[in-house]
């Protein structure tokens, strides 16, 4: 009987160390396979530019000159970077989004999932899911994404920025009185219920209202402004819809324009696969199942450019990201808070978190 254990207890040790062996031996593999396969980062990206590329891209827009727009540019330099990318994406939602299965299995912001009937309804109304039939018509678009940034102050950019076929605001920042600064044109701005526009004199003519939808309740509330819904004040933290009030604890962060401008076919829904292509192909923030949670929501800047991206053949930027160098500057073109409030701001909340501060306005604006 003692030999039998004696045995057991060593085919036991055996079976141990052969696992081990196993483990050790495949972990061995995976290892050299992630040193020789360094090629591509984690999302996909090359970790370096095959020159020859780059050069061939340069010589098939070598005859372009300075300012003629480039057909497939766009597109082409990011194939060169990121080979994964495809280009067909609309940019706005149309009557057949229910068959676009990128979107159909996520709930907002990264999909239309439970938004059906919403969206069915602000689609019949407004019946139009392009740019203007000049721009359609355009063979080769060139279009710029101008951010909020203080960088644009004082730069005289302005003229330089109305160049451009299809100039693309976000939020509520304001064009007129800057106008040297960031141009005076707007073909579309792209905003959700809490960054648009409430003072009626500062909307643009001739401009598409277009809608980021992070919520459920952003739907709803664009249903209101299409179809004309009578949208009062109510108290702070929500407002009133024919009896009906909406607070800001259902979603929304803070008061929210009451009325638009527009008429139905002027507005716009945004193709929510960009704000899911920014957020976890391009910037590789945590995918969470697909839902909308903590620190992986991308800023509505990103989604905007990954939305020229894929429908603009040359795609420029304009007034993106902070002068922490310069406490004295602008932390936007348009008011006075200084980048040293931010930067204090960051540092308070460092010592007490260990992370930088992330204000809702502040990850959406750039």
């Known amino acids: 009987m003692g030999i039998l254990i004696f045995m057991r207890n060593l085919l036991l040790v055996l079976c141990l160390f052969l696992v081990l062996g196993f483990?050790?031996?495949?972990?061995w593999k995976l290892h050299l396979l992630r040193w020789e396969d360094t090629k591509y980062d984690r999302l996909g990206f090359l970790l370096k530019l095959d020159s020859r590329l780059l050069v061939e891209l340069a010589a098939k827009y070598a005859n372009f000159t300075e300012g003629v727009c480039k057909p497939g540019y766009a597109s082409a330099l990011m194939t060169t970077i990121f080979p994964k990318f495809s280009k067909p994406a609309p940019m706005?939602?149309?009557?057949s989004f229910r068959k676009w299965t990128r979107i159909r299995n996520f709930f907002p912001p990264f999909g239309i999932k439970g938004q059906d009937n919403l969206i069915k309804a602000i689609l019949s109304a407004t019946?139009?899911?392009r740019l203007t039939a000049a721009l359609d018509s355009l063979s080769c678009r060139r279009c710029i994404i101008v951010?909020?940034?203080?960088?644009?102050?004082?730069?005289?950019?302005?003229?330089?920025?109305?160049?451009?076929?299809?100039?693309?605001?976000?939020?509520?920042?304001?064009v007129k009185g800057f106008e040297k600064d960031v141009g005076s044109k707007t073909t579309m701005r792209i905003t959700y219920p809490e960054g648009a526009i409430q003072k009626l004199e500062q909307y643009e003519k001739n401009s598409l209202f277009v809608l980021a939808g992070f919520?459920?309740?952003?739907?709803?509330w664009l249903k209101y402004v299409v179809y004309k819904e009578k949208v009062l004040p109510w108290r702070e933290g929500s407002f009133h819809v024919r009896g009906k009030s909406i607070s800001a604890s259902d979603g929304f962060w803070k008061s929210v324009a009451t009325h638009v401008p527009r008429e139905p076919h002027e507005i716009r829904i945004l193709n929510p696969y960009f704000i899911q292509e920014a957020a976890f192909t391009f910037i590789g923030l945590p995918f969470n199942n697909g839902l909308m949670g903590?620190?992986?929501?991308?800023?509505?800047?990103s989604v905007a450019v990954?939305?020229?991206?894929?429908?603009?053949?040359?795609?420029?930027?304009?007034?993106?990201?902070?002068?922490?160098?310069s406490p004295s500057a602008p932390l936007h073109y348009y008011e006075t808070i200084k980048m040293s409030a931010i930067k204090e701001s960051w540092?308070?909340?460092?010592?007490?978190?260990?992370?930088?501060?992330?204000?809702?306005?502040?990850?959406?604006?750039?």
């Open 23 to 27: 483990l050790y031996y495949s972990a």
């Open 92 to 95: 706005f939602l149309d009557d």
């Open 127 to 129: 019946k139009e899911y």
């Open 147 to 174: 951010g909020n940034g203080g960088v644009l102050a004082n730069k005289s950019l302005g003229s330089k920025i109305d160049e451009y076929d299809v100039i693309v605001r976000l939020n509520s920042a304001p």
């Open 215 to 220: 919520k459920w309740q952003d739907f709803k």
């Open 294 to 301: 903590r620190g992986n929501i991308p800023t509505l800047g």
């Open 306 to 325: 990954t939305m020229a991206l894929h429908n603009c053949d040359e795609v420029a930027v304009a007034g993106f990201g902070y002068n922490m160098n």
């Open 347 to 366: 540092t308070q909340h460092s010592a007490r978190e260990g992370v930088p501060a992330q204000t809702g306005k502040e990850w959406r604006d750039h």
